[in-house]
């Protein structure tokens, strides 16, 4: 790191020297960016800069860099930032976006525009959970020799570099890491999801092939964002919980909690 640090001043003073003869505006704005205060649950950052006249900038940071200065330079005037940390199966499309059937990845995100005109600028970039993990433990549904299939729907993908949702089909059908037994009556399915408006559609459906059907039943079509809204929980929410979902098939009811399955701190709606 020393040894950029110093590649870096280097390289400064000789270009500041070159301006030195040329007009100022043409000459770059070195901008440094502070990334100490990323979280320690975030592995990696993906960093996009868009500039005025259409070109771009893209760098992985990795997580022993986020405790030292960033330091690049850029063209003087306006630019668009975006930070993704924790990609791993989302995939970029003028943003990232989650590829069909499978699950969000635990992603944290930063977005801002920023104006770059002296000689030196500086910046901080500070990104905040953006998605949420279901966890839906499901009980008296189904026999076990019947099986139960979980599907989760939704009508968002992912984030732009502007941090627009990007509108797009979400799908991906987990499957259900518990089998029950005489003991543990239970299916256990686990899915992540990007931020959905509150409008938009995110559902859960439950279905099973009954012996001698040759279509699965719906057996449940749950809207996420309601049953949220009903336990006092949005996803317009600055930062995004995980879910736990205890839905009781026999009681009609789904007990919903932000820290796990047995939380003293829980609210129950009907379905």
């Known amino acids: 790191m020393k040894f950029r640090q110093i590649a ?32 320690a649950e975030v592995d990696s950052l993906y960093l996009i800069l868009q500039y005025e006249d259409g070109q771009y900038f893209r760098d992985t940071i990795r997580k022993e860099s986020f405790t030292a200065d960033y330091e690049i330079a850029v063209p003087r ?22 590829p069909h059937g499978s699950p969000s990845d635990n992603i944290y995100t930063y977005f801002s525009e920023g104006e770059y005109l002296s000689d030196l600028s500086s910046d901080t ?21 019947e099986g139960l299939k979980a599907e989760f729907i ?25 089998i029950p037994t005489d003991a543990e009556d239970y299916y256990l399915f686990l899915s992540r999801v990007t931020r959905h408006a ?20 719906t057996l449940l079509e749950i809207s996420i964002p309601e049953k949220l809204a009903q ?23 789904i007990t919903i909690s932000v820290d796990d399955f047995d939380s003293m701190e829980h609210v129950e709606v009907e379905f």
């Open 8 to 39: 870096f001043v280097i390289c400064l003073a000789l270009l500041l020297l070159s301006c030195i003869k040329e007009e100022r505006e043409k000459c770059p704005t070195y901008l440094t960016i502070d990334l100490s205060g990323t979280p």
């Open 77 to 98: 005037g306006s630019a668009t930032i975006a930070a993704y940390g924790n990609i791993s199966r989302m995939i970029y499309d003028h943003g990232y976006i989650t």
């Open 125 to 145: 970039i500070t990104v905040t959970k953006n998605s949420m993990a279901i966890h839906a433990k499901v009980l008296g549904a189904v026999r076990a020799s």
């Open 154 to 178: 939704g009508s968002n993908t992912g984030y732009s570099i502007y941090g627009e949702l990007t509108e797009g089909e979400f799908y991906h059908s987990p499957e259900s890491s518990h």
């Open 198 to 217: 509150s409008d938009s559609q995110l559902l859960l459906r439950l279905s099973t092939r009954y012996p001698g059907m040759e279509r699965p039943t």
């Open 231 to 253: 336990g006092g929980i949005s996803f317009s929410d600055p930062i995004l919980q995980d879910l736990y979902l205890t839905i009781d098939h026999s009681r009609s009811t």
